[in-house]
């Protein structure tokens, strides 16, 4: 008999369905979870200086991420705050402030696949500088990164550490006595606006063109800026 | 209970009665505001394009809504017939055949109109592909396109080569664009010039245009190329040839500390690296 | 009787040894060494590892499901225990079962279940996109749902009518008591609940960023979760290729007494055109991942152009199979639309002739198109022509399937009910598909709509507003049948309207936004658009909300309410209604013969129906 399936009066069908509603509804909400989880957003604290309101963002890069991150291996941008290293690639900045930014770098060169973005552009005072010198354009082989927001117009590449240099950084977070180039610039966030920044230089080593894995997750060469 | 004769030729009637009053309103109403509006020639005739395919569209569509409306309002089931069948007809030749002609003609003419439109419009601004079958005659400006992950960048061959972030034309020439990419797949999509044109790796893939008036218009990234595909959109200028004169002066100069970087003009990139190892 | 064993091979056992299965391959990829492979180091992917161990664990599924027992036990002269003809209980919906009624009902939940999946990224996606700007999602799981929800929606659908519909009545319909092939009938099924949950485990493996479509180089360069999209859409290929040569097979040789090809009901010559289509354009598929995966792993260039290879070879092996496919989804829809119509308009199919000319017109245009996908790709634009052409021929077919629906309507004394209703939407819906089409499929209109939401809604169009409303037409017309059991009318026509209004309130303006120049795909858009799109969410979450009416009516009547639907709920002259609902597990008392007719509505002899012939009898009254 058909009726034989379903052996249950109806208070337990009652119970089995609650219990499958339920189970559907957790599941659901541990997906939507998932779904939205990504790196801890930051917010660079806010320093007085001369041209007024400004805020100082101090950045590492770094070969291999290691324990920091799920994925080991992976190139990764972080970020320093209160004298620590933590990895985030979300940073809320201000509207209309001038954003002094220092990189660390502690990678190698991997080099552009176009040369054209080793020029900077969109800085105040229209160029940056490698280990304090002035600078506006880097060799494409030379790139080791670039920091880049194409909403905002920003783009500076990053030199990087030569292969021969000594002390290479071999985990994550970097100590400053090991080899690394340091980059520093400043430029205007403008009005509000949600961003994304990312790194141009194929540096995903073992992806074709060097494009996937860290180039293509956000957290570690790409990230959002959100300017409130 | 009507003859079928007469339903016929009620149907017939609402038909055209329908279509009267919808076809002014497609071509004078909806047909201007087709997109992707007048802003090149290639946009405008596209805009007409689209106008041709809706008037054909037109009669079809109002005769199946209609019939559809008069099919469910005259031949529902009335009470007490629910247990009556309808009448056993299993087909009828000539309306078939009127089908048949009438579907086969609207085809085989939107057919030879697309053509006509595409060669005449040489390529109608979507990527023909390194050799396009029409090319356009007089002067023409190339421009190259490039996409990356994720971001276009643009070059002037006729300019010493130089690249930009930006894309500013000058009003009143016909523009070549060289469209090509240095890793996955992206769509070159400039909405109100009525271009598109895919950036294969390694292909030179060229779709022309003609500037008619200063303006502005938008460019998107319209082939799923990765994690900020949603991001890769700017904006570009139609300028007067002056001011293109001033501003590509300006971006040489910008420019000139990367320009011996850059490599040689080609129609398209073999950057390292090619492939997982390394 | 079965015999009692040991280990009874059930899902339990499939699971449990489907985990095993990919834990061993994933270790035995492990061991895979070569200096190409060096990028193991630099990546921490372990491509190799997780393709092996995706194929152990679906053998290890379907040795737990009992797949490899008739073939061992034949190999080693044994006689073979037939655990899987077991006719009782509700045992033999969890496991290997070659009763044909059992595996479309098993198609019916598990499929069911996965769109419901797919369904839920919908509007994960519809929310992201609140906001012009990032609102919700981490970025690379933005793209992972649209992914996911695009590639679940094409393999699950793909068998979402043939799965359970042509498989429960293909068999009755053509007077077989089954398949040609049940085992491979039951592989099929079991292929799709590997392949979905494999699908699912790529957000375990970072995602994949390329939609549905797949493109190369992009699918090269992506994270391990691509691995589970080519392992899914090869399973689902291999699902379909057995699949249509099933149904061919059983069609062409079980045909019963009488019926000849001229006498099908006009569903099974949707199902002949679909599995034509199954059986010729998956393989292609196949063939393409298995390419794409060597791409990925063993460093081959086939698309990869800076190594000989072409990203055109990707898009237009892709689409070879991928322009059939969206065919595959089309063409049962109107299967079961000109099946409806008659029963509900109380009148034979018109012009039958005309609507099997129309299907296999379709098929054959189908191999033809697929490079109208490819207009503005640069590729052979001196074929743009033909390819147009080709691709506007596809209407002429389309539109005898039309004339033969408005035909059947003529002089009708139509039944609103159900079924009818989700029939006559799809004649609308499917009407607004065709004509969005026709832009897409002249080059100039094409260079605006290309790649656009325009061309996203024209295909929702063609695919939900027909595949999905078909599919539900079935469900309606056909689950009584199936269970036993009536659906409640009154929540089914609220679960009508309120999809019918809403999928049009969703997909009509998406239209129009791709008018405007949105792309697809995208996560920012232009801020003008956001009244539209928010519209369009709103809309889309109505349109989800619609399908908790239809999984309350369903619990509630095939659960709580449990009325017997009687073998004829619609008066339908069909045979499987001549047989008692549900339908007994031996089909048949004896194997019918067949009239000429298969649709005698308005005949003399038939004047009276809905109980007043003895349900009992198998056979058609033959003339």
């Known amino acids: 008999m058909r009726g034989a399936i379903y052996p249950a009066g109806v208070p337990k069908k009652v119970a089995i369905l609650a219990t499958g509603v339920a189970l559907v509804g957790v599941l659901i909400g541990l997906y939507v979870t998932l779904l939205a989880t990504g790196p801890a957003p930051y917010t660079p604290p806010a320093a007085q ?91 494409p082989d030379d790139a080791s990164h670039t920091f880049a927001i194409p909403g905002l117009g920003v783009i500076v590449p990053i030199m990087g550490v030569a292969d021969d240099a000594p002390h290479q950084c071999d985990d994550a977070p970097c100590p400053m006595e090991t080899a690394h180039e340091t980059i520093t610039f400043t430029f205007r966030t403008g009005k509000a606006g949600h961003y994304r920044w990312q790194c141009f230089v194929p540096c995903a080593a073992g992806f074709v063109y060097g494009f996937g894995g860290p180039m293509q997750t956000v957290g570690y060469m790409d990230g959002y800026v959100d300017v409130v | 209970m009507w003859s079928s004769r007469s339903h016929g030729w009620r149907i017939a009637a609402l038909t055209t009665i329908g279509t009267a009053i919808v076809l002014p309103l497609v071509v004078f109403v909806l047909g201007p505001n087709m997109p992707p509006g007048k802003g090149t020639p290639v946009a405008t005739s596209q805009v007409t394009d689209n106008t041709v395919l809706l008037v054909v569209m037109t009669p079809f569509t109002v005769f199946i809504l209609v019939y559809l409306g008069y099919a469910l309002t005259a031949f529902r089931a009335k009470p007490g017939e629910e247990g009556l069948d309808g009448a056993p007809l299993r087909g009828h030749f000539r309306s078939q055949v009127a089908w048949l002609v009438s579907t086969t003609a609207a085809v085989l003419f939107l057919a030879i109109f697309g053509t006509a439109e595409l060669l005449a419009d040489n390529g109608a601004g979507g990527g023909a592909g390194p050799n396009p079958v029409t090319k356009p005659g007089g002067s023409v400006l190339p421009v190259q ?134 | 009787m079965s015999r009692r064993r040991l280990v009874e091979f059930n899902l339990l056992t499939g699971v449990v040894l489907g985990i095993v299965g990919f834990y061993v391959g994933w270790w035995l990829g492990h061991l895979v060494k070569a200096p190409s492979l060096d990028y193991f180091d630099d990546t921490g992917q372990n491509d190799i590892a997780l393709f092996v161990a995706y194929f152990t664990g679906v053998v290890g599924f379907l040795v737990g499901l ?114 040609a092939f049940p085992r491979i009938e039951a592989l099929t099924f079991w292929l799709l609940m590997a392949a979905g949950t494999i699908l699912m485990t790529a957000l375990a493996f970072g995602g994949f960023p390329t939609g549905w479509t797949g493109y190369a180089p992009l699918s090269v360069q992506a994270n391990m979760g691509m691995d589970a999209y080519i392992a899914f859409f090869a399973l689902v290929g291999l699902s379909m290729t057995l699949l249509g040569l099933n149904m061919l097979a059983t069609v062409i040789t079980m045909r019963a007494p009488g019926l000849s090809w001229s006498r099908l009901p006009i569903f099974v010559w949707g199902t002949v055109s679909t599995s034509v289509l199954m059986l010729l354009a998956a393989p292609v598929l196949i063939s393409t991942l298995f390419m794409l995966a060597l791409d990925r792993t063993a460093q081959t260039g086939f698309f990869n152009d800076q190594a000989g290879g072409s990203p055109y070879l990707y898009e237009n092996l892709f689409w070879i199979f991928g322009h059939p496919e969206v065919y595959i989804l089309a063409l049962p829809g109107m299967g079961i639309v000109l099946e409806l119509l008659p029963v509900f308009a109380r009148k034979p199919l018109w012009g039958y002739r005309l609507a099997v000319t129309g299907l296999l017109g379709i098929t054959l245009l189908s191999f033809l198109v697929w490079q109208h996908h490819l207009f503005v790709s640069g590729i052979n634009a001196d074929l743009r022509p033909f390819y147009m052409l080709s691709t506007e021929l596809i209407s ?85 049948k199936m269970t036993g059991f009536e659906l409640d009318e009154r929540l089914g026509k609220v679960h009508f309207w309120v999809m019918f209004v809403a999928f049009n309130s969703t997909f009509g303006p998406l239209l129009v936004i791709g008018f405007l120049g949105m792309p697809r795909r995208v996560v920012t858009y232009a801020g003008y658009l956001q009244g539209a799109n928010v519209w369009v969410s709103v809309s889309a979450f109505v349109l989800g909300a619609s399908m908790l009416v239809f999984v309350a009516n369903l619990i509630w009547s095939q659960v709580f309410a449990r009325v017997p639907a009687g073998a004829n709920p619609w008066g339908s002259k069909s045979i499987e209604f001549q047989l008692p609902s549900p339908v007994p597990v031996h089909d048949f008392d004896r194997i019918p013969t067949f009239g000429p007719d298969p649709y005698p509505y308005g005949g003399i002899e038939d004047a009276g129906f809905d109980g007043t012939r003895p349900a009992v009898s198998p056979a058609r009254p033959t003339p």
Request: net charge positive; hydrophobic share 45%.
């Open chain 3, 66 to 179: 009992g797949f490899a027992n008739y073939p061992v036990q034949r190999m080693l002269g044994k006689p073979p225990s037939l655990r899987e003809k077991e006719t009782e209980g509700i045992g033999r919906y969890f496991g290997l079962c070659t009763d044909h009624k059992v595996v479309g009902i098993q198609y019916l939940i598990g499929i069911g279940a996965f769109i419901f999946i797919g369904g839920l990224n919908a509007m994960l996606i519809r929310f992201e996109l609140l906001r012009p700007t990032h609102l919700a999602w981490n970025g690379n799981n933005y793209l992972t749902l649209v992914g996911l929800h695009g590639t679940m929606m094409m393999g699950m659908m793909t068998s979402g009518i043939l799965g359970p519909f042509a498989n429960y009545f293909v068999p009755l319909m053509i007077g077989a008591r089954r398949m």
């Open chain 2, 145 to 278: 396109v490039i996409g990356q992950q994720w971001q276009f960048t643009y070059r002037y061959p006729t300019f010493g080569g130089v690249e930009t972030a930006t894309l500013v034309l000058p009003v009143g020439r016909k523009i070549a664009f060289h469209v090509t990419s240095l890793d996955a797949i992206h769509s070159f999509w400039a909405y109100e010039l009525g271009v598109k044109a895919d950036a294969n790796p390694g292909v030179d893939n060229i779709a022309y245009v003609e500037t008619k008036k200063i303006s502005t218009f938008h460019v998107r990234c319209a082939e799923l190329c990765g994690l900020w595909h949603g991001y890769m959109s700017d904006t570009g200028h139609v300028v007067s040839g002056a001011d293109f004169a001033s501003w590509i002066a300006a971006r040489k100069r910008q420019f000139a500390p990367v320009m011996k970087y850059l490599p040689k003009y080609a129609p398209s990139y073999n950057p390292d690296p090619t492939f997982r190892a390394g």
């Open chain 3, 396 to 480: 002429l077919p389309t539109g005898f399937i039309f004339v033969c629906a408005l035909g059947t309507l003529w002089a009708g004394r139509i039944r609103l009910t159900v079924p009818m209703l989700f029939a006559l939407a799809w004649l609308f819906n499917f009407l607004v598909g065709g004509l969005s089409g026709v832009f897409l499929s002249d080059v100039p209109s094409d260079v605006t709509t290309h790649g656009s939401f325009f061309s996203m809604a024209h295909f929702h169009y063609t695919i939900m507003g027909g595949l999905v409303f078909a599919f539900f037409g079935a469900v309606y017309y056909w689950l009584p």
């Open chain 1, 49 to 139: 200086a001369a041209g007024g309101r400004s805020v100082n963002l101090t950045l590492q890069t770094v070969a291999a991420v290691g324990k920091l991150a799920p994925n080991e291996n992976w190139v990764s941008y972080l970020v320093r705050e209160h004298g620590t290293w933590h990895r985030s690639t979300v940073w809320t900045l201000p509207a209309n402030t001038l954003v002094h930014v220092t990189i660390y770098n502690f990678d190698g060169k991997s080099g552009l696949r176009n040369p054209f973005l080793g020029q900077a552009r969109g800085l105040v005072g229209g160029a940056f500088a490698i280990n304090g010198k002035p600078t506006s354009v880097i060799a």
